[in-house]
């Protein structure tokens, strides 16, 4: 099968015939799919300033998994393809076409001519190759690009412009994998430095954007690309960015990123809360929100804990959530409870609502069957010990404590004690990889199902320590059909294991809600829900 371009860039033909659905994600709120549109005529110049909540300590998009620093450097590099958030549909970018073999073991990309790094390098099928052969050495931060390449046999340049990656089995997801930031293309010289120097150092890529200044915890600072001429064919500026320069600032504080919007201070802010909405309604700021889809927001359990290795007390903290109140009561406007382990803009999700119900009384039934007697301090006990768990989490989003503090309510209803632990958003990938927690409070964002297979295969990293079962078989065989209809099944198979085993207990869908002056425009969310700054100019 083969991708062939339109000589227009808004009718680029796509093949997607491997992405088993179309993944209708929509904006709603006064802004829509992006900010403002109108307010004249596009204008170049200007230093964009965007608040963001938190700083992943890392600055290398291939490593990154953290959507307050992915806004940053996902600006940095472009990849091979990219995803139309509108249709779900894998659309040209570096790679101008595509070949796909019958049974989706081999892609041959055809790569864009005079396309360069900002270091003066070209982009040669050889770069492609070392990056994809440099990815499986990135470690605990890498694990997002990782799973994309799991399973490759090879990659080989067929001439200059022509690369060829082969698997050992055939990979649905492959190509969705090529439009993420995950395996966004560095040159040749980042691609072979080690993952710490990359880290702290940031990469160079053929972005539209180069890095000038990072400051751990405080800011990220870009500036435009002279030169740039090779962007998305869904992008409708051609050539450079409109910005000069985009500033990241790292506020914590909600309230503070907040009333820095409303003061002009920045021009943009990441995670704009409910408690917030209503003071940024109807001046010069518009919201705008988009639901992420791939796994959900959830508590991810480390499922070797002896505690936890009993189906019956993980299923009993599923029904004693009340899913609604949390979204309701915390989540900015719009938000929906989770309906199965995958938002329902993911393509292949599973509508589980009616095994995701609050049943308070089914939850107290499963820890007395489990043998947890209530205790006198309203905290179940078994063998001396109390049915007391800790959950890990991380300060990037301000709805993560609140969401937190109503759960760990809601399970003391049922007996069960709930202890809240913060750590810093360089910690949480250590910790999963050490084994030594309890449960996390987590999502992970990705416009296709197969984020199942990198999030609860014991093939991969099995950061949730999940024993082998037939869950394997679906996520392993979701990832090697190329049948559409059979991949949907296996993945349906897989969202039903994970919510009735509670291998993870869904909570509520994330929404992406952020807050952008009126005077920004055409700053838009890509598929995944993050944003995309080429087009976005200030005037």
Request: aromatic share 6%; with cysteine.
């Amino acid at each position: 099968m083969r991708a062939h371009p339109d000589i227009r860039p808004t009718r680029w033909t796509a093949l997607a015939a491997l992405l088993t659905t179309s993944v209708l994600l929509t904006a709603c709120g006064s802004g829509g799919g992006g900010s403002d549109s109108g307010g004249g005529q596009a204008r170049s110049g200007g230093t964009l300033t965007f608040a963001v909540g938190s700083d992943a300590g890392c600055v290398d998009p291939q490593q990154v998994a953290s959507n307050d620093t992915i806004y940053s450097v996902r600006q940095i590099v472009d990849s091979l393809t990219d995803q139309d958030p509108a249709t779900g549909k894998i659309v040209p970018w570096l790679a101008k076409s595509w070949d796909i073999s019958s049974d989706a073991t081999t892609f041959t990309f055809h790569l864009r001519s005079g396309v360069t790094f900002s270091d003066g390098s070209k982009l040669t099928a050889q770069v492609v190759k070392d990056n994809f052969d440099a990815v499986p050495k990135l470690g605990a931060l890498g694990t997002l690009a990782e799973g994309y390449l799991s399973g490759v046999k090879s990659t080989t340049v067929v001439d200059p412009l022509t690369v060829k990656v082969t698997f050992q089995q055939p990979n649905a997801q492959f190509l969705q994998a090529t439009s993420t930031h995950s395996l966004g293309i560095e040159s040749s010289a980042s691609a072979k430095k080690s993952p710490q120097e990359k880290c702290s150092q940031g990469v160079v890529g053929s972005g539209p954007f180069v890095l000038k200044q990072y400051v751990q915890n405080q800011s990220i600072t870009l500036a435009k690309r002279t030169g740039y001429a090779w962007g998305s064919s869904r992008w409708t500026k051609s050539g450079e960015a409109y910005l000069d320069k985009v500033v990241f600032k790292v506020v914590p504080e909600a309230g503070v990123r907040a009333g820095s919007l409303q003061s002009g201070q920045v021009d943009a802010i990441s995670s704009v809360g409910k408690a917030n909405e209503a003071a940024l309604k109807g001046g010069q700021v518009t919201l705008q929100r988009r639901a992420n889809p791939g796994v959900v927001f959830g508590l991810a359990f480390n499922n070797s804990r002896p505690v936890l290795k009993d189906a019956r007390v993980r299923q009993a903290i599923g029904f004693a959530i009340d899913r609604k109140q949390i979204a309701d009561t915390v989540f900015p406007t719009g938000t929906q409870p989770a309906t199965s382990i995958l938002a329902h803009t993911t393509p292949d999700y599973a509508d589980l609502s009616s095994d995701l119900t609050t049943d308070a009384a089914k939850a107290k039934s499963l820890l007395d069957a489990a043998g947890w007697k209530a205790g006198s301090d309203g905290i179940r006990t078994k063998d001396g010990k109390k049915l007391s768990l800790t959950v890990d989490w991380i300060p990037n989003s301000a709805t993560n404590q609140p969401a937190l503090e109503l759960i760990q309510q809601q399970l003391k209803a049922v007996g069960v004690g709930l202890t809240l632990k913060q750590v810093q958003v360089t910690q949480l990938t250590p910790t999963l990889q050490s084994g030594d927690y309890d449960a996390v409070w987590s999502n992970v964002t990705r416009a296709d199902p197969d984020i199942l297979r990198s999030s609860f295969s014991t093939e991969l990293a099995n950061f949730y320590r999940l024993p082998t079962t037939p869950l394997d078989t679906a996520l392993t065989g979701q990832a090697a059909t190329t049948d559409a209809t059979k991949r949907s099944q296996l993945v349906e198979q897989a969202q039903q294991l994970i919510v009735r085993n509670a291998y993870d207990v869904p909570v509520v869908e994330l929404q992406t809600q952020i807050g952008v002056a009126k005077k920004v425009h055409n700053l838009n969310f890509d598929a995944s829900s993050r944003i995309q700054l080429h087009d976005t100019w200030i005037g």
